[in-house]
Every structure is written in C-alpha cells, then in structure tokens.
C-alpha cells in the first residue's frame, strides 16, 4: 500500500468549509480532500435551519451586523463581521450558481426567507429544513466531478507535519499523518498548503446535536504545533435537541421557533416571556439557560416545544425532515408537543486565524468551526455558521491561488513509525475514558459553571491525560483513540479559557461571576511552542 501522496493542497474535513475552499482552488493544483466518514457524515450535511444572509429589499447589511453585534455580546470583531455579511450575498449567489436549490415563495421567484433568533429581518434562505443537505450534496456532486479533487473516505487525521522554513526561523506546515481506517495503517500526506476544515468539538459533551466526529480534531492537532486558540469557554447549547431515549442527536430547528412553535412546562404552561422579552426568538443562550432553570427547578427531564396551533400543512411542508424523524419514535408534531432538552451544538471560539484564514503556522489555514475568527463573539447567531464557511473559505482558496507558486516543495518527511506499538487489548480504556470525560465536561463545564466545578474539572483532565498519553505511547492508534487524545487536549484547553473569565457574557455563564465585565476582552492561550509568526494580530 502506498504510504506516502504527494498533494499542492491537503483539505482535512469534508464539509461546507472543505468543499468549498476545494472548489474555490485552481484547477491545475493537485488537491486532497480527508474524510473521516463517508462525505455525507458531517455536520454540514446535518444543518436543517439555513444560511443568513440579505436577499431581501428591506433588509440591509448593516441590520444583519448590528444583528450580530448584539447578538456576540460584545466581544464580535467588527471587522470580521462586516467582512463576512459584506460578502455573503456573493458567496451565497455562488452557491446558487453551483446549483444549490433554495425554497422560493409559492408561485414567485423570490426566496422564502425565514427569521430566527437574533435576527431583527428574515434573511435566512433555506432548503425546507434540510439545507445543509442540500448545500453539502450540491457541492460533493460538483468535488466528485473535479479531476484534480481525490477524495480519501474513512481516513482520520493524526497530527500535522511542520518544518522550519527554508532562509528563516518560521515554521511551515507541509502536510500531515492520516489513518486509513479501513487498512489500519498511518500514511504520510505532504502538501504545500493545508487546511484544517474539521469543525468543532461538541462531542466533549454528553448531550450534543453533532455527529460522532466533532471532536476537535483540527484545534487539538494545531495546538500542538503551536498555534494559539481563543474564546473556547464560548460552547453554543442549542436549546432544543429531541429528547427520546431511542434518539440520537436530533437537534430540533431554530425555524420552528421563528414560524412560532413555543417552550412550555410540562403542565403546558408557557414561561420564555419571563427571561426574555424577545421570548422563543431570544439568542440561543437566554434560550438554553432558561429551559436549564426550569429543568432544574422541577426536577424535569425534559421540557417541550409546540407548533401543533399551525396548520399541519404547513408543519409538514416548512419541516418535512422534522416531522418525518418525530413520528419515527411516535411524536407527530402537527397534534403533538416535542419533548425537548439543551445540547452542546457550536464551538464558537477555536484556532486564531485572520482574514485569510491563515493561522500562525505558515501555510496552514482554519475554516468554519475549528477556527475563531471573531465572527460570533460570545454567542454565534443563529445560521451566521455556514455564511462563515462559504466567506472565509474563499478568501482562503484566494490566498492559496495567489501563494502557492511561490511556496517550495516540502524537504524530506518520515513515514510513521510504529515498530515499537502493538494492537492493545484494553480498549475498555478508551470507551470508559471517553464516558469520563463527557460526563464531568457536562456537569462541571456545562450551561452554568462555577470555580469549583471548573477546578474538579481540570483535576480530572490532567489525570485523564496522563492516562490517555500513555496509552498512545504504547499502543497502534485507531479512530477512537485518536478522536478521545483531541477531545481531552480540547476539554483542558477550554476548562482553561473558562476559568481565565472572570465574568459573565454570552454563552459563558459563572456563579461566581454572574455580572458582566466593563471591559470585553478575547481570551487567547499561547501554547509553549508557540510558533509565533505575527502573521496575525493579537487581538487581547
């Protein structure tokens, strides 16, 4: 088996953000997409609310920034959000253009734009209510056809190779190792430009609406070669995943709530008003916190969101993905209250990267969920997430094109060695650690935190740590494996930004601190081989 591809540009993720940025490329350049699963088994595939963005005459870009601005609770980057509403009509259009189907007004041939929470218009175009299937299957036809794309399923990524640059002391990325997980075997991929397309890591968390793969797979792998990370106490909690015990990770539309299904106890009784005055259309946060209190206060398993008073044909028509996965375990939405509970959703903070997408390696670049831009500030607002894909892997791609001739071949790499590893028999170890660690993430670094909880956390990572670095060191490396050393390196990392704030804002919501801060500042771990670039601004 050939262990070592040579590539111009090495994509790892499968998502909007990778499909994107790979379409974006020349199509002279050698390009290589690394999936995990199957191409369809990302949370891009998954997204069912849709992509903002201003379609409509009495809408305007700066609503949609103000929107976003208020929404971050004060710690978006301006610059960043002008940046990415300013570009998303065309990025949009460009979708539109590969073929990417949106829902129009019956008999017009204007968009049928939906509202959610945050936003003060409707600007969210959709597909029904599976719009992330539409966009990622649109694009995969378009990945599929390109005679420069390879596309590699089931391979999962290991750690990055760098380099020192060749006439200076900067440090370069030039590919990285991958497990083909059908072989067993750990090739070496080298590339000129890589990009980290991996998402978030949701699946730190017990509850989450995220496929098996969102474990910080790409903020894990730069970390460790030096890149910084910021704001990753910020973890979006959707506020209504379905809560049936046969049922995994369904998470449960924001568009419900913007066509006016509504929160109720379990007597029926309704009660957002009393959080918020903008009730069911409140930022996701107020939302998660206040179906979190009144779980708590009455003991609940579960509270319950009702759309049942709309005509069932326009339950059926609007969420026909809904409706259908419902009546599997027995809930018809158009006669009956979905049980509902809060999940982790959205990683809002993630590698520092600037425009470009650059990140403080040279040549390694982060899109979408894996990367801060400072798009989403304290709290992502709702549907902003796959605007941010489309706008920054353009800008990426744009980079990528204009560098890439001037960019030398990568010097000679080790294939991986694991001559000194054997199969283990303890995989007990990994299924047990993996259930340790998401449940204490859960309790401790959840919906509300507190020092204490935040300190028993960190006790429990480093010894988790220890335990799970030992077993690297000792054993051949498998997806599982691999997948709980990132989630834990990304846990410590954002148990670490969580006690760095001292306050409460957004998503990030203490005890100890429930007051918000006069100052609104980012909070940026420097790792200690920092590789140090000053290819971005600090934004402290």
């Known amino acids: 088996m050939k262990q070592t591809h040579l590539y111009d540009v090495l994509i790892i993720g499968s998502g909007a953000a990778g ?7 020349n199509s002279h350049l050698r390009i290589a997409i690394i999936s995990k699963t199957e191409l369809q088994g990302g949370a891009s595939w998954l997204a069912q609310g849709g992509i903002a963005a201003v379609f409509d005459k009495n809408d305007s870009a700066e609503s949609h920034i103000a929107d976003t601005l208020v929404a971050g609770a004060g710690l978006c980057h301006e610059d960043a959000v002008r940046f990415v509403v300013e570009n998303g009509p065309a990025a949009v ?29 409707r600007r969210i175009l959709h597909t029904a209510d599976a ?24 391979h999962c990524a290991v750690d990055l190779v760098t380099q020192a640059d060749r006439g200076s002391r900067k440090i370069r990325c030039t590919g990285a190792y991958i497990l083909d997980m059908k072989s067993e075997t750990v090739c070496l991929f080298t590339a000129k430009s890589v990009v980290l397309a991996t998402g978030g890591a949701s699946k730190a968390y017990l509850y989450t609406s995220n496929p098996d793969g969102a474990s910080g797979d790409g903020i894990a792998m730069a970390w460790r070669r030096g890149c910084r990370v910021a704001n990753l106490e910020f973890n979006q909690f959707h506020p209504t995943c379905l809560y ?52 708590k206060r009455l003991g609940s398993d579960c509270l319950y969101l009702d759309i049942s008073h709309k005509p069932a044909q326009f339950i059926t028509e609007h969420f026909p993905t809904v409706y259908k996965h419902c009546l599997e375990f027995g809930i018809d939405i158009t006669k009956d209250p979905i049980p509902v509970v809060p999940a982790a959703h959205y990683t809002c903070g993630g590698i520092l990267v600037n425009t470009k997408g650059q990140t403080d390696l040279l040549n390694l670049y982060a899109i979408g969920e ?23 892997a353009q800008a990426a791609a744009t980079e990528i094109n204009q560098l890439q001739s001037q960019i ?10 694991e001559s000194m590893v054997t199969h283990s ?14 449940r204490f993430m859960w309790d401790y670094v959840g919906i509300v935190r507190s020092d204490k909880r935040l300190q028993r956390a960190q006790h429990r990572i480093k010894l988790l740590q220890k335990e799970i670095q030992e077993y690297y060191s000792n054993y051949k490396v498998g997806r599982d494996l691999l997948e709980l050393r990132n989630l834990a390196t990304v846990a410590e990392l954002i148990i670490r930004c969580a006690m760095q704030r001292k306050e409460s804002r957004g998503l990030h919501f203490t005890l100890d601190y429930p007051e918000l801060s006069p100052i609104a500042k980012d909070t940026i771990l420097v790792p200690n081989n920092f590789a140090g670039q000053d290819i971005i601004i600090n934004r402290s």
């Open 408 to 417: 030398p071949e990568p010097d000679f790499i080790r294939e991986w060695d």
């Open 131 to 154: 719009t992330g299937r539409e966009i990622t299957g649109t694009l995969i036809k378009q990945v599929l056809a390109a005679k420069n794309i390879d596309i590699f399923e089931h």
């Open 19 to 25: 499909l994107t940025t790979a379409l974006q490329l």
């Open 244 to 295: 049936h015990p046969k049922a995994k990770s369904f998470l449960i539309t924001e568009a419900l709530r913007g066509e006016g299904a509504v929160l109720k106890l379990p007597d029926g009784t309704h009660f957002m008003h009393n959080f918020h005055p903008a009730a069911e259309l409140a930022p996701r946060d107020v939302v998660s916190r206040a179906i979190d209190h009144e779980m």
């Open 370 to 392: 894996s990367a801060f831009t400072g798009l989403h500030g304290a709290n992502r607002m709702a549907s902003n997430s796959l605007l941010e894909c489309l706008v920054y």
């Open 93 to 121: 259009q460009w979708l539109i253009d590969k073929g990417v189907d949106f829902t129009r007004e019956e008999g017009e041939q204007s968009y049928h734009l939906t509202k959610e929470g945050g936003h003060s218009h």
């Open 425 to 438: 028999d303890e995989d007990v170890v990994i299924s047990h650690n993996w259930d340790e660690l998401r």
